[in-house]
């Protein structure tokens, strides 16, 4: 038994040394590929319900790395958050960001909202508000285009500062979404203790409302009573066409998902905007 035991823990920390061996490469890579110019912002259309029409696109990161192939932020968002390396990543998905704010200020594009996904850090470090104070002026951008969207559980790290800074963002007239609405342990609280623009219904929710009839109330419930208290309604992970018409009707404003279109390079939105504008 004694044999066996040690040669069980042989095999866990050899398990472990090869994750922490992932970790530590992927976490040296991650530094390099800032300065080497590997991140890419991807964009994933919004869709208006009642229109159909796109109304704006969620900024999604992704990482090309020359030997490793794209790598996903699920795998590298959480180490570049334990490392400090989300600050530095974080303000230049902001300043890819506002460059296409720019950009959009075209023919066809300017009505273009841009969601853009803060980390827990970002969140509750000194230099975001004067960061986007400074991108915000030099780029010349209406506020109201950029929508910061914040899941419950950065806020809730510490509501005090969360409430202060989403004040200052709305002030300033940015608009503020709080992503994956519903996974939280305290989502009905951050309703009550946050100024905010519009609430993400987390895709977990949407996958069932066909065949779960809990997960279908709870998202109906949801949509009136953000409504009910002058919020927006953006559900993630629309799949199929059958949700999107559960969605559309319970009033639900917009929808985001594979129904309509996998995150894309920004060329290649703007190729559809311009296209399903025409048609
Ligand atoms: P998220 O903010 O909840 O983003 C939505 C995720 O769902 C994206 O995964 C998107 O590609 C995926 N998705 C969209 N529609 C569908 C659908 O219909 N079905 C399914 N199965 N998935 C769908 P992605 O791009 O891999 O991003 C994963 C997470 O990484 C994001 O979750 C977000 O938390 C984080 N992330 C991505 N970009 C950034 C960033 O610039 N900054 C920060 N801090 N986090 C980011
Ligand atoms: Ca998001
Ligand atoms: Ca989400
Ligand atoms: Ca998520």
């Known amino acids: 038994a004694k044999s066996q035991g040690r040669g069980n823990f042989q095999f866990f920390s050899a398990a472990m040394n090869a994750a ?23 964009l994933q259309p919004q869709i208006d319900l009642a229109t159909q029409r796109i109304i704006g696109a969620e900024a ?32 230049w998905v902001l300043q890819r960001a506002a460059g296409l704010l720019h950009a959009w200020r075209a023919p066809g594009l300017a009505h273009l909202r841009l969601a853009v996904n803060l980390s827990a850090r970002q969140c509750h470090g000194p230099g975001l508000l004067p960061h986007l104070d400074r ?22 790290q510490d509501p005090e500062r969360s409430r202060t ?31 905010i623009d519009r609430i993400k219904i987390d895709r977990s929710f949407v996958k069932d409302i066909e065949t779960d009839p809990d997960d279908a109330v709870i998202v ?5 009573l953000a409504h009910s208290l002058g919020l927006e309604v953006i559900a993630e992970g629309v799949e199929t066409e ?12 917009e929808a985001q998902g594979y129904l309509y279109a996998k995150p894309m390079p920004a060329a290649q939105f703007e190729a559809m905007v311009h296209q399903s504008g025409v048609s």
């Open 20 to 42: 922490t061996h992932e970790r530590l490469l992927l976490e040296n890579r991650l530094w390099q590929a800032l300065e080497r110019n590997e991140f890419e912002l991807y």
């Open 60 to 91: 999604l990161l992704r990482w090309h790395h020359p030997e490793l192939g794209m790598v996903g932020p699920d795998r590298f968002i959480p180490i570049a958050e334990e490392s400090g390396l989300i600050l530095p990543l974080g303000d």
């Open 135 to 156: 991108l915000l002026h030099s780029h010349g951008i209406d506020p109201a285009l950029l929508e910061l969207e914040i899941t419950e559980s950065a806020a809730m």
């Open 165 to 195: 800074l989403l004040n200052e963002l709305r002030s300033r007239g940015i608009k503020v979404a709080i992503d994956d609405f519903g996974t939280g342990y305290s989502s009905l609280s951050y309703l009550k203790l946050f100024e």
């Open 220 to 224: 109906a419930a949801t949509i009136a």
């Open 242 to 253: 059958a949700q999107r018409d559960f969605l559309r009707s319970k009033q639900c404003d």
